[in-house]
């Protein structure tokens, strides 16, 4: 056994002694190396969680986030069509600080790669061995004019971080008179969840059917086609939603004047919404900036795949919408949650001396309201490629539901119940 090795079982067993002297403790203080996580989302707070588990609650870790509770984008749209509230999909942290995480309601302002320090707002300095960035993404307002200052991002909401702003689409949508025109602007792909603002779509229009018959949805996708589960969503706009909902593609936005509701496009006339939703380009989130790990495109940050480390950084973990995803990988919560494991088992190999395993697989699945309780999924599953150095989809894997069920509506809120617990508890 290498002495590394060694070290790191003798302060395991340290840990778990001390975690069990301490069991009602919310915050006790662990022996074992120290594993900083930024953000408490779908991949920060399951690797805090598994990083806890699987170390046996010896290693000392701390989750920032600003968020009093984990409020979940996964069924947010349901909110906006009126058949869900906030507060069915708001968890609370106690979960994990009973285990024993040191939860932290505070934003990481500055990361020190050198000295291995993560600072948050209120000045704190928290040395980390291991530091894990979950943060998600930031918008590219400077990318559409017209949408840079608080007035206007407060009249033309995005409501891609669910929140206030889920809460505030709702009201809007609910506010606009029977006869108007609900205009949702689809940035070109990569974007978070891929299927998520054609679910959007059918939500409003769920929701126009029963209470403003004569109102419309209008989809201008800056993409050439529908990005993700075309054919079911063109059956859902064709069948049950027919003079409701009208697609357009090829509608790249340009900018947008937030005082008349009115969005510009590359090629096409200016088009006037009585509410208007832009999606903006998406990059991974300032913090990620700040701590250097972007590395493609000034937009996302690489990692090796086998431990979700940044390939420039060392001893920093990205994971979730963030990253420069793998091939055919979905920006999705199932994916954030699955580089989650990987990473954790990473990072508990590393400090062990050991190397990561060499053959991750992960899987995704993606559920689709189209009604209030019918839904659609379409599913993927990802091996590690020696040759390729990434991740790529398993041939003959995955697919993608024949139509709508209200079975797989079931499944879809199992799903939540059961990722929300797999993370939080
Ligand atoms: C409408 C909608 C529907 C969706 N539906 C699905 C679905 O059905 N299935 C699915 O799998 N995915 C779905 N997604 C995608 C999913 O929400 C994201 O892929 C997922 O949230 C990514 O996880 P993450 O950990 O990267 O980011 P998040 O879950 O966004 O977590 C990031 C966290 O970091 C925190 N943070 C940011 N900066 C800092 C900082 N400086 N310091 C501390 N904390 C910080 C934020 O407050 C946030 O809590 C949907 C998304 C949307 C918008």
Same mark, same amino acid.
């Given at each position: ?276 939703? @832009? ?5 991974? #989130?300032?913090? %990620? =900036? &700040? +701590?250097?790990?972007? *590395? ?45 494991? @990987? ?5 508990? #190999?590393?400090? %062990? =001396? &050991? +190397?990561?395993?060499? *053959? ?55 799903? %939540? ?9």
């Amino acid at each position: 056994m290498s002495m590394q090795r060694r070290e790191f079982l003798k302060a395991m067993g340290a840990g778990v002694s001390a975690a069990a002297l301490s069991a009602c403790a919310v915050s006790p203080s662990r022996s074992g190396p120290k594993v900083v996580v930024v953000g408490g989302g779908y991949g920060g707070a399951t690797v805090a969680k598994y990083l806890d588990m699987w170390s046996n609650g010896s290693l000392d870790i701390t989750l920032v986030e600003p968020n009093a509770a984990f409020v979940s984008c996964p069924l947010s749209n349901l909110v906006l069509g009126g058949s869900k509230q906030i507060a069915d999909l708001t968890v609370s942290y106690d979960g994990l600080a009973k285990r024993g995480v040191r939860v932290i309601a505070e934003t990481a302002t500055v990361v020190d790669p050198l000295r291995q320090t993560v600072r948050i707002r209120d000045q704190r300095e928290l040395p980390y061995d291991r530091l894990v960035l979950s943060p998600g993404i930031d918008f590219m307002y400077e990318q559409v004019p017209g949408l840079g200052s608080p007035e206007a991002q407060a009249k033309v909401l995005h409501a891609w971080k669910a929140g206030p702003q889920t809460v505030a689409l709702r009201q809007q949508l609910e506010a606009m008179r029977d006869g108007g025109v609900f205009v949702i602007s689809i940035p070109k792909a990569p974007y978070r969840c891929p299927p998520g603002p054609y679910e959007r779509a059918c939500q409003v229009a769920w929701y126009f059917k029963r209470a403003k018959p004569r109102s419309k949805v209008l989809i201008l996708d800056g993409n050439e086609d529908v990005v993700s589960k075309k054919g079911l969503f063109m059956k859902a706009w064709n069948e049950d939603y027919k003079g409701i909902v009208e697609y357009r593609p090829n509608y790249v936005l340009t900018g947008v004047d937030a005082s008349t509701l009115t969005a510009r496009f590359e090629v096409q006339e200016n088009v006037k919404a009585d509410v208007l939703n @832009v999606i903006p380009p998406q990059r991974a #989130n300032d913090i %990620a =900036g &700040q +701590a250097g790990v972007i *590395t493609a495109n000034n937009r996302w940050c690489e990692v090796d795949f086998l431990s979700f480390e940044s390939i420039k950084v060392p001893k920093i973990h990205v994971l979730g919408d963030a990253i420069q995803i793998a091939p055919l990988m979905p920006k999705s919560g199932h994916m954030a949650n699955q580089h989650a494991k @990987v990473a954790a088992a990473a990072i508990l #190999n590393a400090f %062990a =001396g &050991q +190397a990561p395993n060499p *053959t991750p697989v992960i899987n995704n699945t993606c559920y689709s309201f189209i009604t209030d309780r019918d839904v659609v999924h379409v599913c993927s599953v990802h091996q590690y490629d020696k040759e390729k150095k990434t991740l790529v989809t398993v041939p003959g894997s995955g697919g993608l539901s024949p139509g709508p069920t209200a079975l797989e509506g079931e499944y879809a809120f199992s799903w %939540a119940k059961n990722i929300w617990a797999d993370m939080l508890t």
